[in-house]
């Protein structure tokens, strides 16, 4: 009923392949038979339409045909994974779980009734309807995470047209909205999804030689990753077409590196909230950091240098939190831009703007100088209090030799001075041997342990 535009494809491509997970490939006849084996499942174990399902997993064959089956059942999906083990406890009980399914490395599924009462307006709309829902957390890399709920039929509308099939490697997160866009557009359009355990740049680079890919959606701090560890000269990527990146700001020297060490390779930013879902887009050039943004269900806007968008995917509110959109539905995401022309250029959030004497510094820009000087691996820029400037630029780096402290801030001094405004070179730096990105790969901008 809500996936059956997807059982179609499924059934018209019943040989080709559609899962590869552990070396082991699965077909679109498998998993047909384990949407049904599921269908069984969920009646016998008296799981009703409009229950709430947590499902703690990964990709793997039955975590995607779980999720698909319990679509079609009209339930509403919670997807959690190990990234969140710390906060699941909390994250079950705000989105008032009242069914869990949990799926181990082995793909085995165990089911536990829960004992809360799903009774949120918002549940009450979705079955008032007779709609699937979605809950996704956000990663909260800046602040409490959130949890908005979607009406799974507004984000399936945009799979219902047919696009390119693609042989996809899921390596954002089952419970990340560019995981679950990555999972629907692939199997939506007969592609291939290949999951990887070992998200490393030799676990992901080896999968794309093995599998032959095509697409890997990832974010700028694993491209990074991929950079410093080389690992680009240990494998065949000639498969690869199409790199997607997105969830956070991309240090233009970043994008420069990988697009001169893939030059064959498109480079495509790509744009999404938890909130409103993920918008068509298209860069200038794989060299470029301008890029259009919207397509057919979402409407942009420009208001004091900040970008609003206002979509019909969008979701429903916040089971934790107030509304973020305005009377018209329109949402200020925060993130401040440039404009040129069709063309906008993502700065950063507004929120992570450093104001030095009246001066705007935005983190990414600072970030993608320091990012280029020898023995630095990786660089977060932020603002902190001063009695004169308001804020003073700080900098926090991971090193790849040890060095001495004195002598790292003179050379980033020098190395900065005359490609950076004065006000933006960092007045203070520290050096830190813990990791600066999350389970996401995305930036952290809170506390690090020096």
């Not at 047209?161 to 089952?174: A, G, Q």
């Not at 560890?229 to 498969?239: M, P, Q, V």
């Not at 057919?296 to 004091?304: A, L, P, R």
């Not at 020898?374 to 060095?403: F, H, Q, S």
């Amino acid at each position: 009923m809500f996936i059956e535009f997807m059982l179609k494809v499924f059934q018209e491509n019943r040989g080709k392949d559609a899962i590869i997970w552990n070396d082991r490939v699965y077909n679109y006849a498998w998993l047909l038979e384990r949407i049904q084996y599921w269908q069984d499942v969920l009646k016998s174990n008296e799981v009703r339409p409009g229950t709430v399902a947590i499902i703690e997993a990964d990709f793997s064959p039955n975590s995607v045909a779980l999720f698909l089956t319990l679509i079609e059942h009209g339930c509403v999906l919670v997807p959690l994974t190990s990234s969140v083990e710390a906060n699941k406890a909390k994250f079950i009980e705000i989105a008032q779980g009242e069914v869990q399914f949990t799926i181990d490395e082995q793909d085995e599924v165990a089911i536990t009734k829960l004992q809360n009462r799903a009774d949120h307006k918002f549940y009450q709309s979705l079955r008032e309807l007779e709609h699937p829902g979605l809950v996704l957390f956000s990663s909260g890399s800046t602040g409490e995470s959130k949890a908005a709920v979607h009406d799974f039929m507004g984000l399936l509308e945009k799979f219902q047209v047919p696009r390119h099939s693609k042989r996809m490697i899921t390596f954002l997160l089952y419970d990340h909205i560019g995981g679950v866009n990555t999972m629907l557009y692939a199997l939506s359009n007969a592609g291939c999804v290949v999951t990887v355990q070992d998200r490393s740049p030799d676990g992901v680079l080896h999968a794309i030689e093995t599998y032959q890919i095509q697409l890997l959606p990832t974010s700028p701090t694993f491209i990074n990753l991929i950079l410093l560890s080389e690992a680009h000269k240990r494998y065949d990527l000639s498969s690869l077409q199409t790199v997607t990146y997105g969830t956070e700001a991309m240090p233009e020297s970043t994008l420069k590196r990988i697009h001169e060490v893939l030059p064959n390779v498109k480079l495509l930013q790509t744009y999404g909230l938890s909130e409103v879902g993920i918008l068509r887009s298209k860069s200038k050039d794989s060299s470029s950091l301008w890029v259009k943004v919207g397509g057919e269900g979402f409407e942009t806007k420009i208001v004091d240098e900040v970008l609003w968008i206002r979509a019909k995917s969008a979701m429903m509110g916040y089971l934790n939190a107030p509304s973020p959109f305005d009377d018209e539905g329109w949402m200020n995401t925060q993130d401040m831009v440039e404009v040129d022309g069709d063309y906008i250029r993502i700065l950063g959030r507004k929120t992570e703007i450093i104001n030095v004497g009246g001066e705007k510094v935005y983190p990414a820009e600072v970030e993608s100088v320091l990012m280029q000087i020898d023995n630095i691996k990786d660089a977060t820029v932020y603002g902190e209090r001063n009695p004169i400037m308001g804020n003073i630029v700080a900098a926090r780096v991971n090193l790849c030799e040890p060095e001495d402290i004195t002598e790292l801030k003179k050379r980033i001094r020098m190395f900065c001075k005359g490609k950076l405004a004065a006000y933006k070179i960092p007045v203070k730096v520290e050096v830190t041997g813990k990791d600066q990105f999350s389970a996401r790969y995305k930036k952290m901008r809170g506390a690090v342990p020096a």
